[in-house]
T-cell receptor
Framework: AQRVTQPEKLLSVFKGAPVELKCNYSYSGSPELFWYVQYSRQRLQLLLRHISRESIKGFTADLNKGETSFHLKKPFAQEEDSAMYYCALQAGGTSYGKLTFGQGTILTVHP | KAGVTQTPRYLIKTRGQQVTLSCSPISGHRSVSWYQQTPGQGLQFLFEYFSETQRNKGNFPGRFSGRQFSNSRSEMNVSTLELGDSALYLC?????????????FGAGSRLTVL
């Protein structure tokens, strides 16, 4: 069975500082990995997925299969980045719609 | 376009009762997934439906069931409610097909079991 671990429950940084939200996974196959974000009073929404290799709102994430990690990074945090961030894994094959989520990290960006 | 719509948004039930939650996916999305979110267990996958067929199921007891209609709308049912079923139930829809599916989530139905 697959597992996603986000070791930090809370993460606080100051505006303009770099931020890294850690995500480690365990899965024997080739996973699809995502970061979802939930801003205050908003719905859970996709931030980015590894297959796209894109930068969204200044965030990037690189899949490191050797270290089984998919850390989320942003060089200069903004106050509007404060939110709950979830790392999620979709196993290969026929795991349609089935995501395994980490416990989430609450990011607070102080002014 | 309209997002994923879940009804009701809030409901209170007592132990032993049953509950039915509804989800209308984004137009054109044929896959609907359900998740349970609790402070202790986080987000846990319940099941996924596509073309009225359950394709995936999580590790929940048989009291949790669902179905999907021909218009892709989905319902989930929880019978013989227990206190531990109190949670936010999230529905998500996607285009389905193969590959990495991006899920679009609804606002959730918050169930309180007394």
């Amino acid at each position: 069975a697959q597992r996603v671990t986000q070791p930090e429950k809370l993460l606080s940084v100051f505006k303009g500082a770099p931020v890294e939200l850690k995500c480690n996974y365990s899965y024997s196959g080739s996973p699809e990995l995502f970061w979802y974000v939930q801003y205050s009073r908003q719905r859970l929404q996709l931030l980015l997925r590894h297959i796209s290799r894109e930068s969204i709102k200044g965030f990037t994430a690189d899949l490191n299969k050797g270290e089984t990690s998919f850390h989320l990074k942003k060089p200069f945090a903004q106050e509007e980045d404060s939110a709950m961030y979830y790392c999620a894994l979709q196993a290969g094959g026929t795991s349609y719609g089935k995501l395994t989520f980490g416990q989430g990290t609450i990011l607070t960006v102080h002014p | 376009k309209a997002g994923v719509t879940q009804t009701p948004r809030y409901l209170i039930k007592t132990r032993g009762q049953q509950v039915t939650l509804s989800c209308s996916p984004i137009s054109g999305h044929r896959s609907v997934s359900w998740y349970q979110q609790t402070p202790g267990q986080g987000l846990q996958f319940l099941f996924e439906y596509f073309s009225e067929t359950q394709r995936n199921k999580g590790n929940f007891p048989g009291r949790f069931s669902g179905r999907q209609f021909s218009n892709s709308r989905s319902e989930m049912n929880v019978s013989t409610l227990e206190l531990g079923d109190s949670a936010l139930y999230l529905c998500a829809s996607s285009l389905a097909g193969t590959g990495a599916n991006v899920l679009t989530f609804g606002a959730g139905s918050r169930l309180t079991v007394l």
